[in-house]
């Protein structure tokens, strides 16, 4: 089966990336390799750029400012490729654009900054590779910002590169996530393939017994109670910051629900464990975001909070990918 080429933006540790990809294990599940390949991915921050290499030994990582990159290139050129190593052309670009300013968490400023308006940098490498299909990925708050402004905008601007767009707004728990992580979901199909999308279904359920039930914290990390079984793994380290009254991160998880959203900015404090006296650890955090115990994240825990929490889900993005190979099939390719 041909190997699709794949540009990656705003690819942090890599999470995206290892879904799309496929060829891991997550919880004695084997999730199988996928016709993708990574073949190039940028991000501006160093120590996830860092984490990427390191687990990733053949994608060519950037670590630079996307807007930088693209400054007064109108059109694809030389410099593009022989300075930064911007492939010529993609079968398809992913990215998660910088989330933060959408945020029912953050203080909302989106479109109307400079960071809210990274996604036109992602519709700029849309316009230069022109690939087959791309996927975006944002939090829920973007679909109610100013009442709909914001992804009405960027689905006017992504249409207008030749592409049918459509998005939809997903829970990742309904994947296989041990997490009621709510994200949306932004794919376009270039014009030319003439594919309807036909989007992903869930796997798992809280209510629908025709389906497997939702995967509890405990289901995801209940092995690690054992201290010794923790320590054998990388990225054991925790915050620890104690429990006081307040809201994100000061709240302790249940141990029969899937944990709550694992986010970047919890500034030490990350959610209590559901048993044990402490915060959730790194790995922890990681287990339920479905990343592989051998991931390794650079460098401190704070290091790699951060860049768990603002990881797409590998497990959700294997699932993406299966629906990113449909239309590819439908359009005539493999």
Request: proline content about 4%.
């Amino acid at each position: 089966m041909q190997e699709y080429k794949v540009v990656s933006l705003f690819s942090g540790c890599g999470g995206l990336d290892l879904g799309i990809e496929g060829g891991f294990y997550y919880l004695n599940n084997y999730y199988d390799k996928n016709p993708f390949k990574v073949i190039w991915a940028n991000d501006i921050d160093e120590k996830a750029t860092q984490t990427q290499k390191l687990n990733f030994k053949d994608i060519n990582v950037l670590c630079k400012d996307i807007t930088e990159i693209l400054a007064n290139n109108k059109k694809y050129n030389s410099k593009l490729y022989n300075q930064f190593k911007l492939p010529k052309y993609a079968d398809v670009v992913i990215g998660g654009f910088p989330c933060q300013d959408f945020s029912l968490a953050g203080k909302r400023q989106g479109i109307y900054v400079q960071r809210g308006k990274l996604y036109q940098s992602m519709a700029k490498v849309i316009e230069l590779l022109k690939p087959k299909v791309f996927l975006a990925e944002n939090v829920k708050g973007l679909i109610s910002w100013e009442n709909g402004l914001a992804i009405n905008t960027m689905i006017s601007d992504f249409s207008k590169l030749n592409y049918k767009v459509e998005y939809r707004l997903f829970n990742t728990a309904d994947y296989g996530v041990p997490q009621t992580r709510e994200r949306v979901i932004i794919v376009g199909v270039r014009n030319d393939l003439n594919v309807d999308i036909e989007w992903t279904k869930p796997t798992h359920s809280s209510k629908d017994k025709t389906l497997k039930p939702w995967l509890t914290i405990k289901d995801a990390i209940g092995d690690l109670e054992d201290e010794s079984k923790l320590k054998a793994l990388p990225n054991y380290g925790y915050s620890k910051a104690k429990l006081f009254k307040g809201k994100q991160g000061n709240t302790v998880t249940k141990a029969d629900r899937p944990a709550p959203t694992i986010r970047a900015e919890h500034h030490g404090n990350i959610e209590f464990h559901y048993s044990l006296p402490r915060r959730l650890s790194a790995r922890e955090a990681a287990r339920i975001q479905t990343f592989p115990d051998d991931f390794v994240f650079v460098k401190s825990t704070t290091d790699a909070y951060r860049q768990i929490g603002n990881a797409v889900a590998p497990v959700f993005a294997w699932h993406l990918a299966q629906m990113l190979k449909k239309i590819l099939i439908s359009g005539g390719d493999f």
